[in-house]
């Protein structure tokens, strides 16, 4: 899952998803490519290492961590389907392997292909189970199912794993938010801010909370807040939502 060459772990941001790269000691005349696709990989250079771990593959077809890194690259290039292909082709050769499992159930979590992103996780976690993303990233399916209890069951596994982590904490938030419990929704607001200040959409979180305790002033202060730190881009949907919201509590 997040065993690197070089001891790197990559993030995909959109999500917060955690991406890995499988390592691997491969034969003489697929290791230079090999490595040479690590590296392209690790510096951000998606398209590179899929041209990189495929001259690998052709020089040694049965090469795990070069379908499994060749995956992540995909993922990194948005090709999911590709991806998973690759992640099959991994499951072939070693059909335990928690890092195929793993990336995989990635892959069709952002195709929204959730009930197989679902026993991805579960499967993996069964080869991996003290691996915190798994159960972080398992959250999130079922956060995006809207089965926020379920979610909230793996948050907590992944924090027992992980403690204070702001992304699990940020997203626990948002499913108790859902769940109508604004009191622990946000108390793991501010001790995502309390951990991390610049976390923008903590500040959404917190505002939403604070709202549903009706504290309608400090939640109007968190959604500006969030209004002047926000990414213009990813945070596109929750700006507008903010916008509204302040519109609404003004108007009260």
């Known amino acids: 899952m997040r065993k690197v060459f070089s001891g790197i772990i990559l993030t995909l941001a959109a999500l917060g998803l955690l991406l890995g790269i499988a390592s691997a000691t491969p034969e003489p005349d697929a290791k230079e490519p090999f490595e040479q696709g690590v590296a392209a990989l690790t510096e951000g250079n ?47 050769l070693s059909p335990n392997s928690p890092e195929a499992l ?89 001790e995502v801010l309390e951990l991390n200040p610049n976390y923008a959409r903590a500040y959404y979180s917190k505002a939403q909370a604070l709202e549903k305790l009706g504290n309608k002033y400090e939640a109007l202060a968190a959604y500006r807040h969030f209004l002047k730190t926000a990414n213009p881009d990813a945070d596109a949907h929750l700006l507008q939502k903010t916008l509204d919201r302040i519109k609404a509590l003004e108007g009260k």
């Open 46 to 92: 998606p398209t590179l290492a899929v041209e990189k771990f495929t001259a690998a593959l052709k020089n040694n077809p049965k090469l795990l961590e070069a379908y499994i890194n060749r995956g992540i690259a995909e993922m990194n290039l948005s090709l999911w389907a590709d991806a998973v292909g690759d992640f099959d082709q991994a499951l072939e």
């Open 102 to 190: 793993y990336n995989r159930g990635l892959a069709y979590s952002r195709q929204e292909v959730f009930d197989k992103a679902l026993a991805d996780y579960t499967q993996a976690a069964k080869f991996a189970p003290k691996d915190w993303q798994i159960y972080y990233n398992r959250g999130n399916t079922y956060l995006d199912m809207k089965k926020a209890p379920e979610a909230l069951k793996d948050y907590n596994r992944a924090l027992k794993l992980q403690p204070r982590a702001p992304e699990i904490l940020h997203n626990r938030s948002l499913a108790y938010l859902a769940v109508e419990k604004p009191q622990p929704a946000l108390a793991d607001a501010l």
